[in-house]
T-cell receptor, first 111, second 113 residues
Framework: GQQLNQSPQSMFIQEGEDVSMNCTSSSIFNTWLWYKQDPGEGPVLLIALYKAGELTSNGRLTAQFGITRKDSFLNISASIPSDVGIYFCAGPPANTDKLIFGTGTRLQVFP | SQTIHQWPATLVQPVGSPLSLECTVEGTSNPNLYWYRQAAGRGLQLLFYSVGIGQISSEVPQNLSASRPQDRQFILSSKKLLLSDSGFYLC????????????FGDGTRLSIL
């Protein structure tokens, strides 16, 4: 079945640094979603992308829908301690009502 | 605006006992509803989804069942819990149709003893 692979699996960075993570698929997606999950809580939608090449920002977060439609990238600028959590990419296979979630990138930020 | 509520937040149950987790959505009609399970430090596994009252699709064979008795109510159940049913259970909703983002509740932490 379809899979979404995220890299890196985990990141340990210092406060103020920029962060980049990506998500790749074995097949084409028409929508890419990025979520953040804090410990013990449900994932929260950060950014939704609907068009190949689209670049969308939400505060210090910027995400891009890859031209090939098989990948997406999330960047966080000037990280702060509250950026700590697990970041998931997700997308709907073959225009269905369901989502496939990536394996997640765990982010740790040290002061 | 739409809100989603899950309860209880945490639950400790003995092996072999029944289970009922409830999820309700407010502020929209005829949402798609989803149940996921998340093992510790892992990704989300879709268990069930529903596009309408009484319509349930099961994604993986398992010890659990789901029901949608009302438009905005989604229930996850089991008649006899197994140790392997432990995990973090998440309910989500979306607008109907393809390519819609899902919005999650705060989850239920289920521990089986």
């Amino acid at each position: 079945g379809q899979q979404l692979n995220q890299s890196p699996q985990s990141m340990f960075i210092q406060e103020g640094e920029d962060v980049s993570m990506n998500c790749t698929s074995s097949s084409i997606f028409n929508t890419w979603l990025w979520y953040k999950q804090d410990p013990g809580e449900g994932p929260v939608l950060l950014i939704a992308l609907y068009k190949a090449g689209e670049l969308t920002s939400n505060g210090r977060l910027t995400a891009q829908f890859g031209i090939t439609r098989k990948d997406s990238f999330l960047n966080i600028s000037a990280s702060i301690p509250s950026d700590v959590g697990i970041y998931f990419c997700a997308g709907p296979p073959a225009n269905t009502d369901k989502l496939i979630f990536g394996t997640g990138t765990r982010l740790q930020v040290f002061p | 605006s739409q809100t989603i509520h899950q309860w209880p937040a945490t639950l400790v149950q003995p092996v072999g006992s029944p289970l009922s987790l409830e999820c309700t959505v407010e502020g929209t009609s005829n949402p798609n509803l989803y149940w996921y399970r998340q093992a510790a430090g892992r990704g989300l596994q879709l268990l069930f989804y529903s596009v309408g009252i009484g319509q349930i699709s099961s994604e993986v064979p398992q010890n659990l069942s789901a029901s949608r008795p009302q438009d905005r109510q989604f229930i996850l159940s089991s008649k006899k819990l197994l140790l392997s049913d432990s995990g973090f259970y998440l309910c989500a909703w979306s607008f109907g149709g393809a390519n819609q983002p899902q919005h999650f509740g705060d989850g239920t932490r289920l521990s089986i003893l």
